[in-house]
């Protein structure tokens, strides 16, 4: 049955993919339906696979890269839906599909078996901490792709080399809007995440400093300074536009190493 839900998936996205790509030059709005379409058929393969995975393991599927990976890449598929309904814009998918597949892939190679939840994580803090904090990652993801965007818009312009590909993105001001929506929104998630961590430690260890000693910890700590600076910096010293981008490019790098990295060298945050 896993096989071939993911089977499903992976077509449902392969799919949207190619035709966000096709969808990108002409802007056909056939091509387009068909692309938002396919998305939403994938996600609903995805969600049966995650419901049916945590009914089976008693445990929402955050536990181990494999299942944290594909719950990453199904909540950056539902977000981007959902931005894309609101802002009525499809030429992001072009950039994330493609991505959100990736992930999907390695995760669908690294799947293992349902284990159980150790003693550590049996606790009514677990889900919430952790799902607060995936919304955060989801949030600095889309944080990323507008800086990574409006970075290359301004580079082509400033050589007055304008094209195709300039001419389908969206405008320089409103990427500038969507970065800072998407790094306020993560920030508040990565906030509400840390809180829960501090009070999760308290209540395992009666004490922060095994929390404190993860390298993690200090991984998401410094996303956290490196938005809020961000965020402080857009409002008190008026650091929009390119300023904001290239921090939310640096804000991104820590998320990767804070989930990929990171993750890889410590025994309490196996999400």
């Not at 990565?190 to 404190?212: K, N």
Request: with cysteine; aromatic share 16%.
């Amino acid at each position: 049955m896993d096989a071939f839900l993911h089977g499903l998936i992976m077509a449902g996205y392969l799919g949207s993919a190619v035709a966000y790509i096709r969808h990108f030059p002409g802007r056909q709005s056939r091509v387009g339906r068909y692309a938002t379409g396919l998305l939403i058929a994938g996600l609903v393969f995805h969600s049966l696979f995650l419901i049916a995975r945590t009914i089976r393991s008693g445990h929402l599927p955050f536990v181990g890269l494999h299942e944290s990976m594909s719950f990453f890449a199904w909540l950056i598929a539902l977000v981007y839906l959902a931005l894309e309904l609101r802002f009525g814009d499809r030429s992001l998918g072009t950039f994330v599909m493609p991505l959100v597949l990736m992930a999907q892939a390695v995760s669908t190679l690294l799947m293992r078996p349902e284990e159980p939840l150790p003693p550590l994580l049996r606790s009514s803090w677990f889900s919430f901490h952790v799902a607060v904090s995936f919304m955060a990652y989801a949030a600095f993801f889309f944080s990323f792709i507008t800086g990574l965007l409006y970075v290359m818009q301004l580079y082509y312009l400033h050589r007055r080399r304008v094209g195709l590909v300039f001419s389908r993105l969206p405008s320089l001001e409103m990427l500038d809007e969507m970065n800072l929506k998407a790094t306020s929104v993560g920030w508040v998630f990565l906030t509400v995440g840390i809180g829960t961590g501090v009070w999760w430690a308290l209540e395992a260890w009666h004490s922060i400093l095994p929390w404190l000693s993860d390298p993690k910890v200090f991984c998401v700590a410094l996303t956290w300074v490196i938005y809020t600076v961000q965020l402080v910096a857009r409002r008190t010293a008026g650091w929009q536009g390119q300023r904001a981008a290239y921090l939310a490019l640096a804000g991104f790098a820590s998320v990767l190493i804070a989930y990929i990295g990171a993750g890889l060298w410590t025994s309490v945050h196996i999400f």
